[in-house]
Every structure is written in C-alpha cells, then in structure tokens.
C-alpha cells in the first residue's frame, strides 16, 4: 500500500470534507468507487458516509459547466444536497482526482516529501514558455490575437511568469515577426512577468521600444549547436550577449540567460558538465539574473542530469538556476524531481508540452506545464495555478493547431471528467 510503503507515518485513514472540494473533485471520487466496486454504505475498504447512499451517486456535469446534478445523495428530501463527508481508507485512490482542483495536496504528499524526497522546495516558480519556445516552430503562423488570448489565460490560471515572444529578424522566425503587437496586446494584463528574447542589440532596442521589462539571452554548451542555431561560435555569442546585457542593466531590465544541450547535443552527442558550467559562470558575470540550463533534445536523464548540476552549482548559487527539460525520451518530469532535490525552484515548461528543436529529428516538445503542475501538487508544493484554468488554456491552443494535448494530466484528467459525467 502506497500509504505504509512509501509514505512512512502518513495515517491510512484520511478524511474528505465534500463541501471544500470542487464538483470535479466529487464526480471523479464516485467514478472511482463505481470502477472499483467499493461499498459507500460500509466503508468496507473503501469509503464511509455521514449520511445513508443509496445506490443512486450524485455527479456533476462538469463538462456542462452548470454542475447539472445526474443523481442524488440520500433517500430522503433532508438529505439531498447534503454532500458527506467522505472517508476513504485508501487516500492515494483519490489523490488524483484532488489534483484536479485549485488546491494542492495537502499532508500526505508533504509527508512523504520530508521523508523521502529530500529537501524540495516548499514553492515552485513556474516560467511558461509555450508563447514563444512552444509556438516559435509552427509553420503556419498563428494570428496575433490567438497569442495575446492564450497568454491571458495563462496568466488568468496563476502563472507569473510567461515568456511572451522573441525580438528576433522575421527572416529566421517569421511566426514572432509580430512580436511588439503582442506586446501591446497584453500591456492591459497585470499579475504577471512576460520576458522576451533578445538575441542582439538590435533586439533588445526592439523590445526597449515595445515597451519589455525583462529580456532573455541564448547561449549554448554545445559548440557545434551554437553555429547551427545562431550562426557564430560559444565566445561569439557571449561577448555579443555582454553587450546586450550591460545595456539592458544600465536600464534596470533584468536578464535571463539560457543555455541549450546542458547533457546532449544533436551534432556532437553528449556534453560535459564543465562546458555547461563555463557558459554559465560567463553568463553570471556579465550580469544575468538567472540561468535557465536546458536539455534541448530530451535525451538526459537522472544519471546526467545530476552531475551537470552538481559541476554548474559550483560556479553559480543555485538560487539563481533554473531548468529546462524537453521530454523526447519521457525523462522530464524524473529530471525535474531530481532538479528540485538538488535545491532547484524554478522550472520552465510549455502548456500542452507545445515546441520541440528543429535542429533535432524527432525531438519533442517541451515538458508540458499541465504534467509539471500535476506533479508538483502531488509532492504538496505550491504553484500557485489552477490546473483546471490552465487545461484550458492548453485545449484553447491546441484547437487553434488541430493537434492533441501533448499533456499526459490534462488528457487523463479530461477522460475522467468525461466518464464521470456519463454515470
């Protein structure tokens, strides 16, 4: 049993209160007792009532949006839209299903965190770059108003932080050519930060005038990836980011600094950690804020994900990282959790897993933001998004592209919903 094996002194026995959770909450408890053929009157190893069930469950329609009831609690008229509250002898069956609500998981998962996951941090920064990381490979462009639209309900889900677009020459990414109408299409949204990419000083002046308050540059671990990606060498590109960094401090703009093939490069194969943490020293110097350190291409995994942290935390405080994971191979999310146990709180991710290197067959798209939220409130870490708000933000873009949600959680979740409002 996941709570004596894993979760040390975490009680077995663990109480609901109906009335604090969501509709979606409720619905998907029910489905679960149904598929399990569990007893709602006993609590014979499964739930108990304050109130007689019979064998009529009460559901909400959630894809209804109206909470349209589909059964009834109770027998009698006094105890019909009376919820009860809920026992469950078996927490961790309903553990996902909580997710799915506005709040996190409470003292199961914070238990199980101090016992076994080390010392992860108790929040989460989370840089969604699915506006511009995620959608700056599409070959048909999106229209600027879809843009400004999903940027909103990100920020309308709880994310602070969302890298908007790129100031870069239209001639090598023609679908953020419109990057200042973005910018000027979300001026109105408070609450949150929107970086943006400035890869030179021309865009960097671009972006001055678009109105950006915070900028990001893109250097590389890997020699061969920094020629193919911005035409020049690793040295190149750093003395050319010095002068857009030193430019944009004497403004009080902060500055981001990525660097690409932190474990792996598509020309080169694997990088070494020293290389990774000699870009990242450089970049400290010259004046960057934080160093977001990615696996461009998704082939790493614990195993190499540790070492080139370890080399890089030694040159740069590890407040100021963060990560950046591409789930090609499905490591994302066991690279992030490791991330977090070596002191990392802030990670970059994509709603619906949106982008993916166009410098590398068959790499795929950043880990998805949904999958990252998911995880994280089931560790008991707060994020401060609404997992349901940002679902739909990512079916909102996904529509827009006529492509599937790249996101295990929101896909799994949204089925669930869908067969619980079937009962």
């Known amino acids: 049993m996941l709570s004596s094996k894993f979760l040390g002194g ?7 209160n ?29 739930f108990e009532t304050n109130h007689p069930v019979t064998s009529k469950s009460q559901v909400y329609d959630i894809a209804a949006g109206n909470y349209r ?48 996951l080390g010392n992860i941090p108790k929040y989460v920064k989370i840089v969604e770059v699915g506006p511009r990381d995620g959608l700056q490979n599409e070959k ?22 969302v890298e908007a677009t790129s100031f870069v020459s239209p001639k090598w990414v023609p679908q953020l050519a419109d990057a200042k109408d973005v910018i000027e299409g979300i001026k109105g949204v408070s609450n949150a930060r929107f970086p943006v990419l400035t890869p030179n000083l021309k865009g960097l002046e671009a972006a001055i005038a678009a109105g950006v308050k915070e ?61 990774v943490a000699y870009v990242a020293e450089e970049l400290v110097k010259m004046g960057c ?38 789930d090609t191979y499905g490591q994302a999310l066991s690279n992030i959790l490791v991330s977090l146990q070596m002191g990392i709180s802030v990670v970059d991710s994509s709603v619906s897993g949106l982008g993916g290197c166009p410098y590398a067959k068959g790499a795929t798209g950043n880990v998805a933001t949904e999958d990252v939220v998911y995880m994280l409130n089931g560790l008991g870490v707060k994020t401060n998004v609404d997992l349901r708000k940002l679902i739909l933000a990512g079916d909102f873009i996904r529509k827009h592209l006529g492509r599937p949600s790249e996101s295990k959680a929101a896909t799994a979740l949204k089925k669930t919903v869908f067969c619980a409002s079937k009962l």
């Open 10 to 16: 975490v009680t077995r026995r663990k109480s609901f």
């Open 18 to 46: 109906c009335h604090k959770y969501s509709p979606t909450f409720l619905s998907t408890l029910m489905l679960i007792a149904s598929e399990k053929h569990m007893s709602m009157s006993t609590g014979v190893d499964a």
């Open 69 to 116: 009831k589909l059964g009834e609690f109770g027998s009698s008229k006094s105890q019909r839209h009376q919820p009860p509250v809920v026992h469950t002898l078996n927490p961790h069956i309903c553990m996902s299903s909580c997710h799915y609500s506005t709040q996190y998981t409470d003292s199961i998962a914070t238990n199980s965190q101090h016992k076994l």
């Open 140 to 161: 048909d462009i999106v229209p600027t108003s879809v843009k400004v639209e999903l940027i909103k309900m990100l920020v309308d889900s709880g994310l602070q932080v």
């Open 215 to 275: 900028v990001a540059v893109f250097a590389a671990a890997s020699e061969s990836f920094s020629r193919s990606n911005i035409n020049c060498s690793i040295d190149e590109s750093l003395a050319r980011y010095r002068d857009v960094a030193s430019a944009a401090r004497k403004l009080s703009i902060p500055v981001r600094g990525y660097i690409s093939c932190v474990v792996g490069c598509p020309m080169e194969g694997e990088v070494h950690p020293s290389k």
């Open 289 to 326: 804020d934080e160093i977001s350190l990615g696996d461009t291409i998704g082939v790493g995994t614990p195993g190499s994900v540790i070492p080139m942290i370890e080399a890089v935390k030694k040159v740069v405080p590890i407040e100021k990282l963060a990560v950046h994971f591409h």
